[in-house]
C-alpha cells in the first residue's frame, strides 16, 4: 500500500498501487508541509499536530483509527522519527530547537525524555538519523547561523559538533552509509554534501552534485535491498545515486537453508522434521466454516496445510500456497473467545553461516483475508539456545 499527505494531516492510503486513494485521516492540524513517519512494525503513522500533541493513525494497513498523544513539547514537531531499533520509539524534533525521544509511543500511557543537547542552537529541527542503534544519532537543523550537525554516541546523553567547514547554510537532511557509517550524506539548501570520515572531531565536507543541480534538496532515502539512495529536490523532482549500493551477491553463493514443507505429512502439527514448535498460547485453533481437514481445530502453534486434502478441496481459493502442494500455516487462537495474537513460535533447524561475510534469509508470506487487517509476522534470530528468550525481535 501507499500512504500519500495532502497538506496538514489530510492523509490518504492507497492498496492498488496508486489507482486510487481512500481517506485515512481529515482534518488541519500540523503543518501545511506535516512532518510524519511510518512505524511499519505497529502499524502506526505519527505526525506533528500542536505543540503540546502528535498525532497518531493506528492499523494503516487494516481497519484504521486515529488519536492524539500527549506531550510537552512547547512547540509543534518539525521532524519525526520512529526508531529503527526498538519497538513503540519515536524521536520528535521541534522547531524550538528541542529533541525528545518517546518510548511505548503507541500506547495510553506514553513516557517523554528530552535528549536536548545543551550547546542546541534554538532552531529547526530538520532531521533525526539514527546509526547502527539508538545510540548512535545525528540531529540535523536548518536555519542560517547555527552548528547544523550535532552528534551522540550515547543515545542523547551528550553532544558533539560534527560541522566541520561545511558552509553555513541549511540542512535538511542526513543519511548515514550502512555499510560504512563514517560516511554521511546531507541535503542542503545547495545540493548534496558528504563526508567519508564523520569520526574525526572536523570533518571535512564536500559537494556532492555530479549529475545533480546545486538545487535544494528536502530529503534523502535509501532503498534497503540494494543501498540506492534517491534525492529529492525543491522543484526539480528526484535524482538517485547507487553510491551507498551494497556489493553484489555471487551467483555462486551457497544455499545454507531451504524449506519447502513438501516432505512433511498433511495436516501435521507435530514432527515437522527438526523445527522446533512451540505454543505458548495453548489456545485452540479456530476451524473452517466450509473446509474440513485432518487436526482441525487443534491446539498448538502451525500445522502442515494442504488445501487439495481439505474436503472438500479448497484449491483454487485464498487457502492456495504459494507454490507447490503444502505451506506452513498458522490458524488464529483466541482465550475465552476472543482473538487476541497467537504467541506460536517455530524455531528452525540450527544455520551455521561458517566464514561467509554476509547472510540473506527471505520467505513468502501471505494472509487468507484482508477484512480483518493483514497478519503480521516477527522474525527473530538467536546465536546462543533455542528458548523464546534467547531471541532477539529483528522484523
Known amino acids: 500500500y501507499q500512504i500519500t499527505s495532502y497538506i496538514y494531516n489530510n492523509w490518504r492510503i492507497s492498496s492498488d498501487g496508486g489507482s486510487s486513494f481512500t481517506a485515512l485521516t481529515d482534518d488541519n492540524t500540523g503543518r501545511f508541509i506535516n512532518p510524519a513517519d511510518y512505524d511499519d512494525n505497529a502499524d502506526i503513522l505519527y505526525s506533528a499536530a500542536n ?55 503507541n500506547s495510553s500511557s506514553p513516557s517523554s525524555t528530552e535528549i536536548t543537547g545543551t550547546s542546541f542552537p534554538t532552531a529547526w529541527i530538520s532531521c533525526v538519523e539514527l546509526g547502527a542503534s539508538d545510540s548512535e544519532i545525528l540531529v540535523i537543523f536548518s536555519n542560517f547561523g547555527v552548528t547544523s550537525i550535532w552528534y551522540s554516541v550515547d543515545a542523547g546523553l551528550t553532544w558533539v559538533s560534527k560541522e566541520g567547514d561545511l558552509p553555513d547554510m541549511p ?55 540494494d543501498g540506492l539512495v534517491t534525492a529529492a529536490t ?80 479448497s484449491l483454487g481459493t485464498s487457502l492456495d500456497t504459494y507454490s507447490g502442494s503444502k505451506g506452513l500455516y498458522f490458524f488464529t487462537s483466541g482465550a475465552n473467545g476472543t482473538t487476541t495474537p497467537n504467541d506460536d513460535w517455530m524455531i528452525s533447524p540450527e544455520i551455521s553461516p561458517a566464514a561467509v561475510s554476509e547472510c540473506f534469509f527471505s520467505f513468502w508470506a501471505k494472509s487468507n483475508t484482508d477484512s480483518y487487517g ?22
Open 51 to 105: 505543540a503540546d500533541s502528535i498525532k497518531r493513525i493506528h492499523d494503516v494497513s487494516g481497519s484504521y483509527y486515529s488519536d492524539y498523544m500527549s506531550v510537552a513539547m512547547g512547540a509543534k514537531a518539525s521532524h519525526i522519527r520512529a526508531s529503527d531499533y526498538s519497538a513503540n520509539v519515536i524521536y520528535v524534533g521541534t522547531s524550538s530547537g528541542n529533541l525528545y525521544k518517546i518510548s511505548n509511543a
Open 171 to 225: 540542512v535538511r537532511w542526513a543519511l548515514f552509509n550502512p555499510d560504512n557509517r563514517n560516511e554521511v550524506i546531507l541535503a542542503t539548501d545547495i545540493g548534496v554534501w558528504s563526508t567519508d570520515d564523520l569520526s574525526v572531531s572536523s570533518p571535512a565536507w564536500t559537494a556532492s552534485n555530479s549529475g545533480l543541480a546545486n538545487v535544494r534538496v528536502d530529503m534523502l532515502q535509501i532503498r534497503g535491498s
Open 374 to 395: 493483514l497478519e503480521r509476522l516477527q522474525i527473530a534470530v538467536s546465536t546462543t539456545g533455542t528458548n523464546v528468550d534467547d531471541f532477539n525481535i529483528i522484523s
Open 234 to 313: 525543491f522543484g526539480r523532482g528526484l535524482f538517485s545515486t547507487d553510491d551507498f549500493a551494497s556489493s553484489t551477491i555471487s551467483p555462486t553463493n551457497d544455499t545454507l537453508f531451504s524449506e519447502t514443507f513438501e516432505s512433511y505429512s498433511d495436516f501435521a502439527i507435530s514432527s515437522i522434521g527438526e523445527w522446533l514448535i512451540i505454543d505458548n498460547d495453548g489456545g485452540t485453533a479456530y476451524g473452517h466454516t466450509i473446509y474440513d481437514f485432518f487436526n482441525e481445530g487443534y491446539i498448538g502453534s502451525a500445522i502442515i496445510f494442504n488445501p487439495s486434502q481439505t474436503n472438500p478441496s
